[in-house]
């Protein structure tokens, strides 16, 4: 971890308890002392109404602000987002191979990937990148690039091994940086892998930059769905548009028999794509080498892409493709 841009990972790492450490406990009362006479000073005191009209009077100037304005990433056309509501449901898998097959399907197409799962970064695993970013004089980061596909991560930034334990607020702060502390270059797509859930991370690259879209990935799996559509509406309600969803591991095909199994259900993406009104991209199988590449940092669609697991990831970029907007001059 070198660079001015980052002193701020230090700092933050400072601020957590060592470990084994405790949060300070709160303070005894003093014997004969009851607990309506032991809160009496605080109750109702002149410092605790001052405290909350100041609390209420800030909460109103944030308000009056509303929404953030959104800013263009300098340098990037169309911002796509991958999105599950759930984990596990193979999302980080995904985008990676989407990024991939959006290069693949048109080679003058430059194409970005920003990992913003901040907890548990993916990317530089599975695009088999590591080490630090440059700086620019402008003292911005260089994206690492693999595949010929930018790069940026929270896991290129700190010990492969080393958990990031912050809260809220900081999490926010480093997705900010990697949105707007990066070099990007000039980018026709920047595709960003979001963490599960449609919490912190969620709106803040939601109201922060314009999205061309958001795809939705999901296993058939009725607890998946429930999530997943947790994720559609939440883009809904920030004005983002849905693209469409993904069916991730539809199928599993016996290697050797040949047999079909639907280990997580048939439909389940398809039924719940009719109920909000949204289409299909495609469907992915559950494959073995699926897995064995991106864990070998050699994703299916560079290490075999003339099989059918690749080629269903070149057909899904292509329904993204022609569901975009007409990109900025």
């Given at each position: 971890?070198?660079?001015?841009?980052?002193?701020?990972?230090?700092?933050?790492?400072?601020?957590?308890?060592?470990?084994?450490?405790?949060?300070?406990?709160?303070?005894?009362?003093?014997?004969?002392?009851?607990?309506?006479?032991?809160?009496?000073?605080?109750?109702?005191?002149?410092?605790?109404?001052?405290?909350?009209?100041?609390?209420?009077?800030?909460?109103?100037?944030?308000?009056?602000?509303?929404?953030?304005?959104?800013?263009?990433?300098?340098?990037?056309?169309?911002?796509?987002?991958?999105?599950?509501?759930?984990?596990?449901?193979?999302?980080?898998?995904?985008?990676?191979?989407?990024?991939?097959?959006?290069?693949?399907?048109?080679?003058?197409?430059?194409?970005?990937?920003?990992?913003?799962?901040?907890?548990?970064?993916?990317?530089?695993?599975?695009?088999?990148?590591?080490?630090?970013?440059?700086?620019?004089?402008?003292?911005?980061?260089?994206?690492?690039?693999?595949?010929?596909?930018?790069?940026?991560?929270?896991?290129?930034?700190?010990?492969?091994?080393?958990?990031?334990?912050?809260?809220?607020?900081?999490?926010?702060?480093?997705?900010?940086?990697?949105?707007?502390?990066?070099?990007?270059?000039?980018?026709?797509?920047?595709?960003?892998?979001?963490?599960?859930?449609?919490?912190?991370?969620?709106?803040?690259?939601?109201?922060?930059?314009?999205?061309?879209?958001?795809?939705?990935?999901?296993?058939?799996?009725?607890?998946?769905?429930?999530?997943?559509?947790?994720?559609?509406?939440?883009?809904?309600?920030?004005?983002?548009?849905?693209?469409?969803?993904?069916?991730?591991?539809?199928?599993?095909?016996?290697?050797?028999?040949?047999?079909?199994?639907?280990?997580?259900?048939?439909?389940?993406?398809?039924?719940?794509?009719?109920?909000?009104?949204?289409?299909?991209?495609?469907?992915?199988?559950?494959?073995?080498?699926?897995r064995e590449s991106c864990d070998s940092g050699q994703p299916v669609?560079?290490?075999?892409?003339?099989?059918?697991?690749?080629?269903?990831?070149?057909?899904?970029?292509?329904?993204?493709?022609?569901?975009?907007?007409?990109?900025?001059?």
């Open positions: 971890m070198a660079g001015p841009a980052w002193r701020w990972v230090r700092s933050a790492a400072r601020l957590l308890p060592a470990a084994g450490g405790r949060a300070p406990a709160a303070p005894s009362r003093g014997p004969g002392c009851a607990p309506a006479a032991c809160s009496a000073p605080f109750a109702g005191s002149a410092s605790s109404r001052s405290g909350d009209d100041s609390l209420g009077d800030r909460r109103a100037r944030i308000l009056s602000r509303g929404l953030p304005k959104q800013k263009p990433i300098e340098g990037v056309k169309q911002v796509v987002v991958l999105a599950s509501g759930k984990g596990g449901v193979g999302k980080s898998t995904t985008a990676v191979n989407i990024a991939l097959a959006l290069a693949a399907n048109d080679s003058t197409k430059e194409v970005g990937l920003l990992d913003a799962d901040i907890y548990g970064p993916s990317i530089p695993k599975m695009m088999n990148l590591k080490g630090n970013p440059e700086l620019t004089p402008k003292n911005l980061m260089r994206p690492l690039k693999n595949y010929g596909i930018a790069c940026m991560s929270m896991g290129f930034l700190i010990e492969e091994t080393a958990p990031v334990v912050w809260r809220g607020l900081m999490v926010m702060s480093a997705v900010e940086k990697l949105l707007r502390q990066v070099d990007w270059g000039q980018l026709d797509y920047l595709v960003i892998d979001m963490p599960p859930g449609t919490g912190d991370v969620q709106l803040s690259v939601s109201q922060n930059i314009p999205i061309a879209g958001a795809v939705i990935i999901s296993t058939p799996q009725d607890v998946a769905l429930l999530d997943a559509r947790k994720g559609a509406e939440m883009f809904r309600k920030v004005h983002v548009p849905v693209l469409g969803l993904v069916q991730n591991m539809s199928v599993f095909q016996c290697p050797k028999c040949k047999h079909e199994t639907h280990i997580f259900g048939a439909d389940g993406v398809r039924d719940l794509a009719k109920t909000l009104g949204l289409d299909i991209l495609g469907d992915i199988p559950l494959h073995v080498n699926i669609v560079i290490a075999q892409p003339q099989s059918d697991a690749a080629k269903a990831y070149l057909k899904i970029a292509m329904e993204i493709v022609r569901r975009l907007p007409v990109p900025p001059a």
